[in-house]
């Protein structure tokens, strides 16, 4: 008896599982509205655009390292339009609503789009063989990333009840786009409180009001009051604070004309300056480079080296008087400013009902009829698949669980057994510190070290081993450059002037005047000679 009551209650147990099963499998279908996996060809079922200008071939493809397909960009530089009618119309307005597709830039992404469409009915007035960025849509959802732009869009095209104008809102401070080469998964869940979720691989990351104006650009809630467009300024109106006084005269000796500096009258030549010896020399020790060919690198000229005469002595070359402030230095005149009388402060229109005005407890939604892809994109290798519509969160979750999160998986550990392979046998650290170092190469003043930086960063990727006497090697450069930039060639002015110092007793202050204008000849010749001192490896 006890047995048979078992049996009896395990086929209850079974038939009320089933039943479950049964049930949940039905909701499931009732929730997904729209589907498409790609695993069999599209022809037939989505429809390519007509239009010329959108002469992108899109293919039937398989992912890379899977056996799952997609909707493929198969060119570079193309405009690409393809749509798919609903076969039910979709409403927004009633309960949740989860828009959700999987997207691979199997190449990356430079400058191109990504995003879905999703389009009103063709009463709207437009027909699938002439799809194009013209047909009218209600959503349009997805990547994007060209320049400045890396955003992933949700635009909503709402009806003003009062105007009769669909106007575009966009969503602001949208997430940025993922910046690698596998499959992500990209949700927008509509919420009939208003809100609205943005998330990337099942991950949160943007929450919205549509009725917020500080998440939308512009609000869907237009303002109540807008500036007269008939208001004009009047001619009278005076918006200077600050005028100048018009009582206000120029002195009678103000000299608008007498210069900022003149030279100074009470300066002499300092005791000991050579005027016939020049401040630098041929060194005399050099040598012509035995691979030096007059015809290919020029005439040959010895560098310059200071002249060793100049160094005991106050300076060398010709004297000149130093200039110093004009006390007789006026510039222009210029009235001083007062309060201006007559200020009235910045002119504004008035304000005035605005005429389009709405109010609104929820967005007016227009129903989904279908579903495109409109883009224009630099990139090829763009693979879309797994496109749904729902009406429950957690079905949209378990497509993310059975058919992308598998996919992912398996991308993201061949991503690192690439980035293992490739980066030569380095160290995630020691990768980390030559990417830095590449990006600090093209920084402008390194200049003719630049090609040096580059060489020994090659050495360290292909011999991990050298990466940290290479990466010291490239500091004592860098180091070595911006010393030159902030003190290059005063550092023997510096010493000249310490020697000359001491020759000169306190009372020759006018001298050290001398001296400066000294330090900017040697600057000058510097910067003359230097041509002359290249070699031929520099050449």
């Not at 943007?206 to 998440?215: E, I, N, V």
Request: charged share 35%.
């Amino acid at each position: 008896m006890e047995e048979r009551n078992r049996r009896m209650w395990t086929q209850y147990a079974l038939l009320l599982l089933a039943g479950c099963f049964v049930s949940q499998l039905y909701a499931s279908s009732d929730d997904v509205k729209f589907y498409e996996s790609f695993d069999a060809a599209f022809d037939g079922r989505w429809i390519v655009s007509e239009k010329e200008e959108f002469n992108g071939v899109w293919k039937h493809s398989k992912s890379e390292g899977h056996d799952d397909h997609g909707l493929l960009v198969s060119e570079k530089a193309k405009k690409y339009a393809i749509v798919k009618e609903l076969d039910n119309v979709v409403s927004l307005k009633d309960g949740t609503v989860v828009l959700q597709y999987e997207v691979r830039l199997q190449e990356g992404l430079e400058c191109g789009g990504a995003y879905l469409k999703y389009l009103r009915s063709q009463e709207a007035g437009w027909i699938p063989k002439e799809f194009s960025n013209e047909s009218p849509y209600t959503i349009m959802f997805g990547p994007d990333k060209c320049g400045a732009t890396d955003k992933i869009h949700f635009i909503l095209k709402h009806k003003n009840p009062k105007s009769g104008e669909f106007i575009e809102h966009h969503l602001k401070f949208p997430p940025s786009v993922p910046s690698d080469k596998l499959t992500h998964v990209y949700t927008a869940v509509l919420k009939p409180d208003n809100e609205l979720l943005i998330l990337v691989d099942g991950e949160q990351k943007k929450k919205a009001d549509f009725l917020s104006d500080y998440d939308f650009e512009p609000p869907l809630i237009p303002a109540e009051t807008i500036p007269d467009p008939d208001d004009k300024k009047p001619e009278d109106w005076d918006e200077r604070e600050k005028i100048p006084d018009p009582d206000a005269k120029k002195p009678d000796d103000w000299d608008e004309d007498a210069p900022m500096e003149i030279e100074d009258e009470d300066a002499e030549k300092p005791e000991g300056w050579l005027d016939d010896e020049p401040e630098e020399i041929d060194d005399p020790e050099a040598t012509k480079p035995e691979d030096w060919v007059d015809e290919e690198d020029g005439e040959w000229e010895a560098p310059k080296i200071d002249n060793p005469k100049c160094e005991e002595v106050p300076g060398c070359g010709e004297w000149k008087r130093p200039m110093k402030s004009n006390p007789a230095y006026n510039g222009k005149w210029h009235a001083p400013l007062i309060d201006n009388p007559n200020y009235k402060g910045v002119w504004k229109p008035r304000d005035i009902p605005n005429p389009n005005y709405f109010k609104l407890d929820r967005p007016n939604f227009e129903p989904i009829a279908a579903i495109g892809i409109e883009i224009w994109t630099m990139q090829d290798g763009i693979l879309f698949d797994n496109i749904m519509i729902a009406t429950d969160e957690k079905v949209a979750e378990s497509y993310r669980k059975t058919a992308w999160k598998p996919k992912f998986d398996i991308e993201k550990e061949k991503q690192k057994a690439e980035e293992a392979a490739s980066s030569g046998g380095l160290k995630g650290f020691q990768k980390m510190v030559l990417d830095l170092l590449y990006k600090v190469a093209d920084i402008p003043f390194l200049g003719k070290h630049k090609s040096k930086v580059l060489d020994l960063l090659e050495k360290a990727e292909k011999q991990p081993n050298l990466t940290v006497g290479v990466v010291i090697s490239i500091i004592i450069i860098i180091f070595t450059v911006f010393l030159k930039l902030i003190f290059g060639g005063k550092q023997q002015q510096l010493a000249k002037a310490t020697r000359k110092a001491k020759k000169i007793d306190g009372a020759e202050a006018s001298s050290s005047n001398s001296e400066g204008a000294t330090e900017k000849k040697e600057g000058q010749n510097e910067d003359a000679a230097a041509p002359r001192r290249r070699t031929r490896r520099e050449n």
